[in-house]
């Protein structure tokens, strides 16, 4: 990753932090967005090394972490930062999309209203496009690019919240569209489809029940779920020489998840219920 310029979105969160550290790690230069400025003075106290890292010249293989507040649904905002980094940093070369928002205890599909929509829909679907079009000008200029758009199990089958699922179903879409336009031009664009995280999107749901993650294994074949560390291994992969030949792809990692259904076949071979 050495000479590489990344953004992550969302940076600050269960999953947007271990992916900021692991690309930093590896050497990139990493700009940290988010919207909450309290999450990241939090955050950027477990990335201080890298910054005092580069700052004093240390051994190759430790970034570099910039952190800047930003709201994706603001397209203006969104090319400011763009224009900082061509203008301080270079070219953007890698972009992760995975800016969402909490996903908080769902309302019945009637009683959801477009407000709800128009809100996940902004961040996650409106929010990547505004910050893939600003580094897909970079990375064209430059020949080369990675982004890798962060989607979830809710695009492909349906596992509660609606607006939710169906913008991360937008995200695989435009996956596609980008990884065929911009092949030509040595851009790269794939997803990540995860299922259930272990990160504090879910805090809502742990506080008004704290077995949420124990109850959720065990609709898992693989009887747990992920943690946040092991996606942005995915990320990182994603973004690297090693996976050149990947593109346009959805990377599921679910734990069996979207593969079958556990319990369905349990009872079909007639295996009794571990529970």
Known sequence: ??????????????????VVKRLAAQGAV???TDISASGITEAKRSTDRFELGAAQGTAAGNGTVYWRELDVADEAAVNEVFDWIAAELGACSILVNNAIKPCAIPHSFIDTGLEQWRSDYSIIVEGAVSCSRAALRQMVAAGRGSIVNISSVNAVGFYGHPPYSAAKAALLSLTRSIAVQYAPQGIRCNAIVPGTIKTPAWAEQVAANPQTFEILRQWYPSGDVAEPEQIAELALFLTSEQSRAVNGASLVADGGLTAGNLAMSRFVEGVPDPA
Do not use: D, F, H
Not at 10 to 17: D, E, N, P, T
């Open 30 to 32: 990493v700009v940290a």
């Open 1 to 18: 990753m050495q000479g590489e310029i990344a953004l992550v979105t969302g940076a600050a969160g269960g999953l947007g932090l271990p």
